[in-house]
Structures are given as structure tokens and as C-alpha cells.
């Protein structure tokens, strides 16, 4: 007897996955890495981990195509610019401007491969976002122009993935999707990683097998297998989670202080994911 609808069975699972890649904060600041050096060597490993993986289930990762790689080179364009929005503006602005792809997501995905609308859908996306911006601490403006720009395109590239992702799941092994976006990614990255300054301690090295091997291959996994059954517009909108934790355990393991709006906005993402999830069982 099945006790969850696959809807329903796939939304918990990305739910979880965006609960887990919420602790990213927790664990990068510990390699002591530059951006460059610390998605290059994150990218490399997951691609090394889930070609080996691939391979002991028997299944191999096939060629690379067209689709394979613009998904790397989304991942790629989508990690550049948040990464400079950070270094342009305020953490607020670079996370406020880069989570506008779900409403990206709402409006494109229909067009692009033919889904469904969400019934409540920009009412989501507005409770959703109101909550991030009553999450996220004081800095919000429009006043630094090249960050914002560049969370914007981070949005875009993002929103584009997904969107590819809900696609090519469905017909595309997961581990093959995995290989080669990261194949591709670490082939872009190369040359700015190798123009970085630095080093990494043994403690660093552990975290960077232990990122690439559990948040980069077996989280992604489950979140593929979520996705095949749930529509891109919600799987965006449970990407709230992400940022929604990153706050929380800043606060708790980092000293980071909560605005003290943060709860209203916990409430805020939490009731839009809910309403996203409820829609999508409804189908």
C-alpha cells in the first residue's frame, strides 16, 4: 500500500535536500578556501565520486551531450555571479536578487517545457519572498547597481536549471547528469582556481570528501529522484528552505544575529512551501 502520492513523496524529498544544503555555510568556512578553489575542488571530487558510483552500479555515465553541458555551464555562470554579487553588495542583496528564480521558474517553466501552472503560484512566490526579506538582516537597496545585476543573472542561471533539470530527469540517469555538469564545471573553473592563492590543511581536505561525496552526489540524487514527480515551480519554491536554514544555523553555530523579523519570515516561507506542496498534490 502506497502511504504518500509520489507528488507528495517527491516535495518531502527536496524539502530535505534543501534543509541539508542549508548547513553549505557550516562547513565551507572550515577548508579556508577561496571561492574559485573551493567549487573547482568540490566539482572535481563529484565528478570523480559519481563517475565511480556510476560505474559500480553497472550504468556508466554514457557521453556527454548538448543538454548535459549547458547545465554545467549554468551551475557555473549561476555560482560566478552570486559569488560576485557577495563581493559587490550586502550578503541581503546578493540572496534577495539571487532567490527571485523561483518567480523566474513560475513564469518561464509553463512556456519552456509545458507545465502546469501552480494554482496559488505567485502567491507563494510573494509570501515566500516577503518571508526571505523579513529573514534576511538590514542592507536591502538598489543603490549597488553590479551586485544586484549579478544576483539577478545568478537568479536567471539558476532558474534555468531547474527548469532544464525537471526536463531531462525523467529520461536522463541521475548519476550521468551529476558527471557531467560537474565535469563541465570543473573544466570552466580550472584556470581561475589555479590563479587563486591557496592551501588546504587535512581537516579541509575531509570536509571538501565529505561535501563531495554526501552534498554533491548523494543529496543531489534524492533531490533528482524528487523532482522527476514534482513540478519546477515547486521544487523552486522549496529552494526557500535553503536560505531559511542558512540564517537559523548561522545564528545558532556562528554568532550571527536574526533580524528580529526572522521568525515572521520563517513563518512566511514555511506556510508558502506548504500551500506550494498542497497545490502540486492536487495536481
Known amino acids: 500500500r502506497r502511504f504518500m502520492k ?36 568540490l ?16 550504468e556508466g555515465v554514457g557521453k556527454p551531450s548538448l543538454a548535459l553541458a549547458t547545465l554545467g555551464v549554468l551551475l557555473f555562470l549561476n ?38 501552472k501552480l494554482r496559488h503560484s505567485f502567491s507563494c512566490l510573494g509570501a515566500s519572498l516577503l518571508g526571505l526579506y523579513l ?13 544586484t545585476a549579478a544576483g539577478l543573472f545568478s537568479a536567471a542561471a539558476y532558474a534555468g536549471m531547474v527548469i532544464m533539470v525537471r526536463k531531462y530527469a525523467i529520461s536522463t540517469a541521475s548519476l550521468r547528469i551529476i558527471f557531467w555538469q560537474n565535469l563541465t564545471v570543473t573544466l570552466l573553473t580550472a584556470p581561475l582556481s589555479f590563479m587563486a592563492d ?7 581536505a575531509i570536509l571538501l570528501v565529505f561535501l563531495g561525496l554526501f552534498h554533491s552526489v548523494a543529496v543531489p540524487l534524492f533531490y533528482l529522484s524528487g523532482i522527476r514527480s514534482v513540478r519546477a515551480q515547486t521544487a523552486a519554491i522549496l529552494g526557500y528552505i535553503e536560505p531559511l536554514g542558512a540564517v537559523f544555523l548561522a545564528a545558532l553555530f556562528l554568532g550571527e544575529k536574526l533580524p528580529p523579523t526572522a521568525w515572521a519570515g520563517c513563518i512566511f516561507i514555511v506556510a508558502a512551501g506548504v500551500l506550494a506542496v498542497r497545490d502540486e498534490g492536487e495536481g
Not at 591557496?198 to 579541509?204: E, I, Q, T
Request: proline share 5%.
Open 198 to 204: 591557496f592551501r588546504v590543511g587535512a581537516g579541509g
Open 6 to 41: 509520489p507528488s507528495s513523496a517527491g516535495s518531502a524529498k527536496i524539502a530535505l535536500c534543501f534543509a541539508v544544503w542549508s548547513t553549505w555555510a557550516l562547513f565551507s568556512r572550515n577548508i579556508g578556501l577561496p571561492w574559485e578553489a573551493l567549487v573547482f575542488s
Open 135 to 147: 529573514l534576511l538582516p538590514p542592507g536591502l537597496s538598489g543603490s549597488d547597481l553590479k551586485g
Open 43 to 58: 566539482s572535481f571530487l563529484t565528478a570523480i565520486f559519481s563517475f565511480l558510483w556510476a560505474f559500480a552500479k553497472g
Open 79 to 116: 555560482n560566478l555571479a552570486f559569488f560576485y554579487a557577495i563581493e559587490k553588495t550586502t550578503v541581503a542583496n546578493a540572496l534577495f536578487t539571487h532567490y527571485m528564480a523561483p518567480v523566474l521558474v513560475a513564469i518561464f517553466a509553463p512556456l519552456l517545457i509545458g507545465e502546469k
